[in-house]
T-cell receptor, first 115, second 113 residues
Framework: EAQVTQNPRYLITVTGKKLTVTCSQN?????MSWYRQDPGLGLRQIYYSMNVEVTDKGDVPEGYKVSRKEKRNFPLILESPSPNQTSLYFC??????????????FGPGTRLTVL | AQKITQTQPGMFVQEKEAVTLDCTYD???????LFWYKQPSSGEMIFLIY??????QNATEGRYSLNFQKARKSANLVISASQLGDSAMYFCAMKPRNTPLVFGKGTRLSVIA
């Protein structure tokens, strides 16, 4: 089954404790992206990657890191989480981003709480 | 700059009735795609329908149709014969070429029995 998977689905952590949210897709997509969703603000892009070893900042990159060593994986790293990073996080992928027809498919989401 | 506007924070509709969710967009790129996603209370984002800027006909997918008015820069989602399971947040999104997807802030639809 074609899908985007994220782990963990739920995470409660404390300020300053480094964490990684994994994202993997099995559709051979070149483009992958991370979003955060907050009430009243909609989805905001954190980072994206157009291909292996190519990553770029989105609208709200501060406090996050990413890497794209393999095509299928795009982990999101919070080196020192803070309470304002409490949010619902989505990973998404699409075949490319060149064309306006490229549909993005989303993972199930990771609900993160930073105390 | 690319922008998506959804002016209805919340909508109510009677079961079996049709409902229209509004979406307007702004872009200077003549080639772009318009997307609608559904987010039920369980949280996942489900792709519903796509419309290309050069498509001559409005897109349809089952009970979903997209009322595309290019001159007005609007891409409203029409859900026919609403069901209780349609209660969810709905997001409109736009994708010009070589640019990441841009989302609106969403409309919460509640279907009443």
């Amino acid at each position: 089954e074609a899908q985007v998977t994220q782990n963990p689905r739920y995470l409660i952590t404390v300020t300053g404790k480094k964490l990684t949210v994994t994202c993997s897709q099995n559709m051979n997509h070149e483009y992958m992206s991370w979003y955060r969703q907050d009430p009243g603000l909609g989805l905001r892009q954190i980072y994206y990657s157009m291909n292996v070893e190519v990553t770029d900042k989105g609208d709200v990159p501060e406090g996050y890191k990413v890497s794209r060593k393999e095509k299928r994986n795009f982990p999101l790293i919070l080196e020192s989480p803070s309470p304002n990073q409490t949010s619902l996080y989505f990973c998404a992928s699409s075949l490319q981003t060149t064309f306006s027809t490229d549909t993005q498919y989303f993972g199930p989401g990771t609900r993160l709480t930073v105390l | 700059a690319q922008k998506i506007t959804q002016t209805q924070p919340g909508m109510f509709v009677q079961e079996k009735e049709a409902v229209t969710l509004d979406c307007t967009y702004d872009t200077s790129d003549p080639s772009y795609g318009l997307f609608w996603y559904k987010q039920p209370s369980s949280g996942e984002m489900i792709f519903l329908i796509y419309q290309g800027s050069y498509d001559q006909q409005n897109a349809t997918e089952g009970r979903y149709s997209l009322n595309f008015q290019k001159a007005r820069k609007s891409a409203n989602l029409v859900i026919s014969a609403s069901q209780l399971g349609d209660s969810a947040m709905y997001f409109c999104a736009m994708k010009p070429r070589n640019t990441p997807l841009v989302f609106g802030k969403g409309t919460r639809l509640s279907v009443i029995a």
